[in-house]
């Protein structure tokens, strides 16, 4: 199974801030993804992290809200910008090593906005 | 619209029990299956996949699908208070992409 790091773990910022969220794979993965839990709620798939090219987003959410970066094959970001407390959630990395793979999630960031 | 659907739950078994968990989806297109756990507060950790029809089997843990039925579950055997978690059914669309349920929570009665 892949190694998915993801920082920060936590974070409580102010309305209006942004966040960046770094996700490192231990290995190699062909599609990274970013989802999001709300509070009580299943996954949702914000968008694809493509390498080298602009993500690919999901119905209801835009880049300008939610830029991604997939600079490489191991490392990708996710920018939550100009939050508000309906951004409060777990942000999830996940990653699988080929298409029709299994997928692996990172550990989480858990983000709350005051 | 692609949807997994799942019964939130609680499920409340006793220990030593057979818990069983249900899942059924739209999207006649989706070839591969997954069954996530997560415990409160922590990411979704993988315990099953499954891609053709019938049972797969890993150690107290059977998963079953039915294409045609667009049906597939999860069977714990010999349930343990250790297995209380949320269960999440997910299925794969034809863009690789995984559609989440919306997950039941299972609880092992000691």
């Known amino acids: 199974s892949a190694v998915i790091s993801q920082k920060p773990s936590r974070d409580i910022c102010q309305r209006g801030t942004s966040l960046t969220i770094q996700c490192q794979v231990d290995s190699q993965v062909t599609m990274m993804f970013w989802y999001r839990q709300q509070p009580g709620q299943s996954l949702t798939l914000i968008a694809t992290a493509n390498q080298g090219s602009e993500a690919t987003y999901e119905s209801g959410f835009v880049i300008d809200k939610f830029p991604i970066s997939r600079p490489n094959l191991t490392f990708s970001t996710l920018t939550v910008s100009n939050m508000s407390p309906e951004d409060s959630s777990i942000y999830l990395c996940?990653?699988?090593?080929?298409?029709?793979?299994?997928?692996?999630f990172g550990s989480g960031t858990q983000l709350s906005v005051l | 619209q692609k949807e997994v659907e799942q019964n939130s739950g609680p499920l409340s078994v006793p220990e030593g029990a057979i818990a069983s968990l249900n899942c059924t989806y739209s999207d006649r297109g989706s070839q591969s299956f997954f069954w996530y756990r997560q415990y409160s507060g922590k990411s979704p950790e993988l315990i099953m996949f499954i891609y053709s029809n019938g049972d797969k089997e890993d150690g107290r843990f059977t998963a079953q699908l039915n294409k045609a039925s667009q049906y597939v579950s999860l069977l714990i055997r010999d349930s343990q208070p250790s297995d209380s978690a949320t269960y999440l059914c997910?299925?794969?669309?034809?863009?690789?992409?995984?559609?989440f349920g919306s997950g039941t929570r299972l609880l092992v009665r000691p």
């Open positions: 996940s990653a699988k090593y080929s298409p029709n793979e299994k997928l692996f």
């Open positions: 997910a299925a794969m669309d034809s863009s690789y992409k995984l559609i």
